[in-house]
């Protein structure tokens, strides 16, 4: 990757940081060359902190690492975006982001990891996981059972038993895609291609 840190008279540039997952902006912060090789070589986010007038790793005193997930400039070469996974809050005031909590792709995306993590690590009385040992026969009839209580219940006037049930239809889908190898970003994909 080349950085044209040479465009800015100190030598920085800005270095948006985003989770890997949802892709939520969590900060900004700046990076010289030497931040940038301490990121990609340690895989935890490293600025040059102005105020502090040396090389800071986020999360040092906190915690609150942020590792790094993959690195991309921009079409100039004089900006970066880190995608990362937080490891805590990512603002000093304790919230996920700089820029506020709402998450700009979604908690779908953030249960969609939590669904993976749950089959890689067979927690004991998991029931995404022993759902999704029994294979897709039984993960498709559970989204089926879910689709068909989710109609009857549109035709009521409840809408919290509505919501619940919209609610087990995503979460079992998810589950489904999972069992073909595909995420919801392959779905959006499709979509986005009809809407072009």
């Not at 902006?25 to 007038?53: D, Y």
């Not at 998450?103 to 953030?110: D, H, I, P």
């Not at 589950?175 to 595909?182: A, E, P, S, W």
């Amino acid at each position: 990757m080349k950085v044209d840190f040479s465009k800015s008279t100190d030598g920085l540039v800005p270095a948006i940081i985003q989770h890997a997952d949802t892709l939520q902006v969590l900060m900004l912060g700046f990076m010289n060359q030497e931040a940038l090789t301490k990121t990609e070589q340690e895989g935890k986010v490293t600025f040059f902190s102005r105020s502090k007038n040396r090389l800071w790793t986020k999360g040092e005193t906190s915690g609150n690492y942020l590792t790094v997930d993959r690195i991309l400039t921009d079409c100039d070469n004089d900006a970066i975006l880190v995608l990362a996974y937080p490891q805590g809050p990512t603002c000093h005031t304790g919230a996920t982001s700089c820029f506020g909590d709402k998450s700009s792709k979604g908690f779908l995306y953030e249960l969609e990891k939590v669904i993976e993590q749950r089959i890689t690590e067979n927690p004991e009385g998991s029931y995404t996981s022993r759902l999704f040992g029994r294979g897709v026969n039984k993960v498709a009839q559970k989204v089926g059972e879910e689709a068909v209580e989710l109609v009857i219940e549109a035709k009521d006037d409840n809408l919290d038993l509505f919501k619940n049930e919209a609610a087990d239809l995503l979460y079992h889908f998810l589950i489904l895609l999972k069992t073909k190898n595909l995420r919801l970003e392959d779905i959006e994909e499709v979509l986005l291609g009809r809407h072009r």
